[in-house]
């Protein structure tokens, strides 16, 4: 998670953000995380939010040079990207809050697509989908061996064949694999014509 550190870093220096607060009225796809706040000690702290006239601006930088990002983009409303350094002060709040959220999105109706515990890391990635064609938000929740917690909220009108595409740009390897087997399953086998031999 180390390159989504960075990125929403590098996304905040680019566009110039602050800590933007967010609409009262959540968007289909938006969770609810409430607010943040650095928690002090010298732990980790970033903060991003990127409105759709942001991503819209970004769409038309990068559309001659790399257009399937473009479209990608401007499917994309808003991306919100949290992560916070875990330490005695918030532990325990935070672990509560990432309870909270799981049954909220349990009661949202977002299908919890990827659960992965192994040895210190706790991911989750979860979609609320519109229908079988559109991908209406994607959230995904990372704690990492009691030191950070990582929260990335991406909502817009996105297909599934760009699962992929949003994952390696947002450097979500759940999101590659699971955009790649979708987009697999969704093109049609080519099968060579069978020649009848002559009787």
Wanted: aromatic share 4%.
């Amino acid at each position: 998670m180390k390159r989504l550190q960075l990125l929403a870093m590098g996304a905040s220096l680019v566009f110039g953000l602050t800590s933007a607060g967010l609409c009262a009225d959540l968007l289909p796809g938006q969770v609810d995380l409430g607010n943040f706040s650095p928690s002090g000690g010298g732990s980790d702290f970033v903060e991003v939010n990127l409105s759709g006239s942001l991503i819209s601006l970004a769409a038309r930088i990068v559309e001659k040079e790399e257009p399937d990002v473009a479209r990608l983009l401007n499917t994309v409303q808003l991306v919100r990207v949290n992560v916070i350094g875990l330490n005695e002060d918030n532990r325990g709040d935070l672990k509560e809050r990432i309870e909270k959220i799981r049954k909220e999105l349990d009661k949202g109706k977002w299908e919890r697509i990827v659960i992965a515990q192994k040895e210190d890391q706790d991911v989750g990635v979860y979609l609320k989908t519109r229908d079988k064609d559109t991908v209406q938000g994607v959230f995904v929740m990372v704690t990492e061996a009691q030191q950070q917690a990582v929260f990335v909220n991406v909502v817009g009108d996105i297909k599934p064949e760009q699962l992929a595409l949003l994952g390696e740009k947002l450097h979500i390897d759940p999101l590659k694999k699971i955009g790649k087997v979708t987009h697999k399953e969704e093109q049609p086998e080519h099968k060579e014509p069978v020649e009848e031999k002559d009787k």
